[in-house]
């Protein structure tokens, strides 16, 4: 690591220059760690007395561990569902040509960019009728809506780099289409399917908006648990409940990490 | 060893046609591979080599005509239906996959029990020369390497066809050297039909068991490759095949029989061709003989001047303009061909080494032979 001792006056300025953008993303995580074990139920930093009271609150009250439990499920049934859909949505606009495409892409990936609050009273409105409002169906396929776009971007940029050649030398072997997708294509554009996975769990787990019209005090997510313990109370379980997600979030990038380390391991 | 005519299918090709838009890619091809021949499309770029190819693989679907592999019309079947190898230009190796596991591909596919794949894929290294090679992912391998798995892939299952697209196009010549010979090997061992694409006469010449000759979506001419050399039908593949001095003009009858009229003289010829047709003679370099002094037999000849003298050890090349300003190209060794650069020369040949051809219009292609 020659990078790690800075020299001139550029190096040192770069280094001081990341060292403040890094202080300023993990800042509030400085504030909250502390703050989550605090012995006093207040926000006081920093805190003159400490305790896991806030911790063991979190995994006693129902209203807390039962919205952690909510959002995992959402996140990873939304993931799953973004990942197959997405999947199968960039396969089709990679290999059909039909009139209207653009449109229908620029469909696909609107909610990337659409005003949040907006999806989320439309979203509302429909449920409504539908009566999936505060249902666990209702949130997966909101969040689905969402996290699309990032899979389906991911995957059509796997897809631009696979030799489609392969394909035609699988079937010249004996593959079925399906055997050629799960034996070849889908091997070798997994980790575009994994990243867009990646961002679909990441993206749905700290969703407030939508989850915020659509929850019920018997449905209702982490991030949303935690806005209404602060509109209501002081309740320092809110800052155990944001390590928790920052817990949750790094340890699923990791994960990934890992899995990518191992993947290249592997078959270097 | 295999009985090749048990091991090769026979091909048939009629009327084979592809359409994109108005522009026709293969204009009703005809043609037939016997069981076990090596047969080679050759053609410039461009030609409908590869369109070809695809149809009898199965990946474009024909405009019309028909396709049968030992009688049997397979264009309703797909691509993984029809048990036919191919070996792909580049390569197109599972990159996931190691060696061994790309040549056990079709054997999976095909249900075979887990052992006997083991012992397949292992013949099938040996057999290209990669024993102890099987672990290694493509991106290990050398591209000649490569080309030898993807190789052993495409006969491993025993197909009894097996189609190559220009598979040694992406490498080095002494290596391209090299594979041609045991593609051969390999085709003689297995009696398997082969149908390989090339755009390199030399290439086809060396391997062919015959060729045919693609042009705009046609095929100029089927035959052996002495065939094509010595009796091209027509001047495009006379030029396409080998090189050729070629002089064009109009049939005529005089006092001692066909004559061409060109614009370097009247040359006798001899042909079925009738006289007023218009026609061009092919005379191959190495037919042609050099005299000092204008010939004074019966024989055809024409003046010429040498522009250039190639040593190529055994032989010489001798480049030639006429007095027409067309180039020519005498081929020789010995005394005769001692000439110099700028040296007015008159060459002839004997009248049955003269090989006269139709005239047409279209005298093209991408990349003439060289
Ligand atoms: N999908 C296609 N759409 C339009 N034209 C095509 C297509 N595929 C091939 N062609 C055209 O058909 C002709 C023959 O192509 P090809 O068979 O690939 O030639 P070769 O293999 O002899 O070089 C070329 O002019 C090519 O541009
Ligand atoms: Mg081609």
Sequence with gaps: ??????????????????????????????VLLPLSFSGRRSFRFPPDTWSLRWYENFFTDSTWHASLLTSLKVGLLSTAASMILGTMAAFALHKLYFSGKAFVTGFLLAPMIFPGVVSAIAIFGVYLTWHISGTLTGFVAAHTVLSLPFVIVSVRSALRIFDWELEKAAASLGASPFETFRLVTLPLILPGVLIGGLFAFVISFDE?????FLQTPFVRTLPVQMYLSVTESIDPTVAAASTIIVIVTVASILISMLFWQKRKTSDA | MHNPSQSGASLEISDLSKAYGSFK???????????????????????????????????????????????????????????IGIVFQHYAL????????????????????????????????????LDGYGDRYPRQL????????????????????LLMDEPLGALDKKLREDLQGEIRRIHRSLG???VFVTHDQEEALALSDRIAVFNHGRIEQIGTSRELYETPATEFVARFIGEANIFSGTLVRGDAGLALDT????????????????ASLVVRPERLEIGKAPHAGSDPHVPATVRDVVYLGSNRRIEIVFDDGRTGIIRGSGRGTDVGAGERIDIRWSIADGYVVPFSSSQTGDGHGS
């Design chain 1, 1 to 30: 690591m020659r990078g790690g001792i800075p020299r001139s006056p550029g190096r040192i300025f770069a280094w001081g220059m990341a060292g403040l953008v890094m202080l300023w993303l993990t800042a509030p995580v400085l």
């Design chain 1, 208 to 212: 407030v908006v939508v989850s915020l």
């Design chain 2, 25 to 83: 890619a293969l204009d009703a091809v005809s043609l037939t591979a016997r069981q076990g021949e090596f047969l080679s499309l050759l053609g410039p770029s461009g030609s409908g080599k590869t369109t070809t190819l695809n149809m009898i693989a199965g990946f474009t679907s024909p405009t019309s005509g028909e396709i049968r592999v030992d009688g049997r019309e397979i264009s309703t079947l797909p691509p993984y239906r029809r048990d």
């Design chain 2, 94 to 129: 599972f990159p996931h996959l190691t060696a061994a596991q790309n040549i056990a591909f079709p054997l999976q596919r095909r249900g075979m029990p887990r052992r006997d794949v083991a012992v397949r894929v292992a013949e099938a290294l040996e057999m290209v020369k």
């Design chain 2, 142 to 161: 050398s591209g000649g390497q490569q080309q030898r798995v993807a190789f052993a892939r495409a006969v491993v299952f025993k197909p009894k066809l």
């Design chain 2, 192 to 194: 398997i039909t082969f």
């Design chain 2, 263 to 278: 614009p370097v003289g009247l040359l006798p010829v001899e042909t079925r061709l009738p006289a007023g047709r218009q």
